[in-house]
């Protein structure tokens, strides 16, 4: 071996171990502070339940609803197609990974807006994308589409197409809209043949 | 000769690399404002919710002019204009990060006094505080119900002995407003459906013809 290559290499070798067991900063590849808080003052990150049950209803799949609140409130009553991840195990590697795949839209939500707006916030900083918080969380979702009332009667054409869906939706989130036909009972149809004219009865 | 040269310019690119690499690490970009908890950390503190204040002990700091806690005003100047929380001083979200206000936060953290940050509801405090929890200040609390709820309570309107500003409380019961709207479309009677009256098309006789 040539004599001459041993310091480059020596070198190189050396510089190389010490990348190797320089202390790995994990913070580096997180959101800065700054940015982060640039993102929190903007409100993009809320949707309406109006623009959530619209989805829904049109069975979107680029969407998947998150809810961040406990397991046990999550059984009680959630939304129809909700998934349940608590805000405590939101960092867990296979819930991470779940909540990074392209081309979803991830909305959180929980009673109000606030812990899903802290888990919004804990996910940005994580990097995370396409994630959204829905405004005014379960609650609103009921003062919209169950506690609702009509709009006076001079009210404008707009309110009451929105009074309308929201009514929609909420006979479609009951069930309200699947009425079933019975068939009467006796009365058979009967299906009489039409008899062949003879070719004496003639036409015109 | 020629040898040597081919030795020394070798040897010249490895410093040259070198000395590129350890630049590269000594400039390293460092955030200027790092954060003091993990996101773990972070997800554990937010659901503990110790870190808020009543409004009424707000009012009753702001009554008795106590002056171990600071009141910071979130919420844009020209709201804060139009009317705030006496004693409050104003700070706009996008803002609380800048030099002049993290040196405010830090000197009441040394004084061991708090900082209570409010914004128009209760969600747009809770942002500021929680970039402010995560970047190292253990010393700021939030106004529960924001501004909104303690400005009517202040001046009376609704009973401030109410919980109705505590946030992540259920309107009512979903499932049993679920259940009571399951119940009265079961129970409505359905009308039946009146039989399919079927016309029978009486037959034309042969006789009568056609045209």
């Not at chain 1, 009673?111 to 995370?128: F, S, V, Y």
């Not at chain 2, 004084?111 to 190292?136: P, R």
């Not at chain 2, 259920?170 to 009146?194: F, H, M, N, Q, R």
Request: with cysteine.
């Amino acid at each position: 071996m040539n004599k001459k290559y041993f310091i480059p290499v020596g070198i190189l070798v050396g510089l190389g171990l010490i990348l190797v067991l320089l202390p790995q900063k994990k913070t580096y590849d997180e959101m800065p502070a700054e940015e982060l808080l640039r993102q929190v003052a903007s409100s993009s990150r809320f949707i309406s339940p109006d623009a959530i049950a619209d989805r829904i209803i049109k069975k979107d799949p680029s969407m998947l609803l998150i809810d961040v609140r406990s397991e046990d409130l999550f059984r009680e009553f959630s939304l129809p197609g909700a998934m349940n991840i608590p805000i405590q195990e939101i960092f867990k590697p296979e819930q991470t990974e779940l909540l990074s795949q392209e081309g979803i839209e991830y909305i959180f939500f929980s009673t109000d807006d606030i812990i899903a707006d802290q888990a919004w916030i804990l996910c940005k900083r994580k990097g995370l994308k396409n994630i959204y918080v829905m405004k005014g969380g379960l609650n609103e979702w009921f003062n919209t589409f169950f506690l609702n009332q009509p709009p006076a009667e001079t009210a404008s054409g707009e309110e009451i197409a929105l009074y309308q869906f929201r009514s929609g939706v909420r006979q479609y989130f009951t069930g309200g809209v699947t009425v079933t036909v019975q068939k009467p009972a006796g009365e058979t149809i009967t299906v009489t043949t039409k008899k062949k004219k003879s070719a004496a009865e003639g036409g015109c | 000769m020629k040898e040597l040269n081919r030795t020394d310019r070798l040897t010249i690119a490895t410093v040259i690399f070198a000395i590129i690499l350890v630049i590269g690490l000594i400039t390293l970009k460092k955030p200027e404002i790092p954060y003091s908890l993990t996101v773990d950390e972070m997800a554990g503190v937010v659901i503990s919710s110790t870190e808020t204040i009543t409004p009424g002990e707000v009012i009753a700091i702001v009554e008795q002019g106590n002056d171990n806690f600071l009141l910071v005003d979130v919420r844009n100047p020209v709201d804060y204009q139009k009317s705030h929380i006496r004693q409050s001083v104003n700070i706009p979200i996008h803002e609380i990060l800048e030099k002049q206000n993290l040196k405010t936060f830090s000197d009441h953290a040394e004084g061991n006094k708090t900082v209570i940050l409010y914004g128009q509801d209760q969600l747009q405090a809770n942002g500021a505080w929680m970039v402010l929890k995560q970047t190292g200040f253990d010393n700021v609390r939030v106004l529960l119900g924001g501004f909104e709820y303690y400005d009517q309570t202040s001046t009376g309107m609704p009973g401030s002995a109410t919980s109705a500003y505590m946030a992540e409380k259920p309107v009512a019961d979903y499932k049993a407003i679920l259940e009571s709207l399951g119940s009265t479309t079961a129970s409505s009677e359905t009308k039946a459906p009146e039989p399919v009256k079927i016309i029978k098309k009486e037959k034309k006789s042969a006789a009568e013809g056609g045209c």
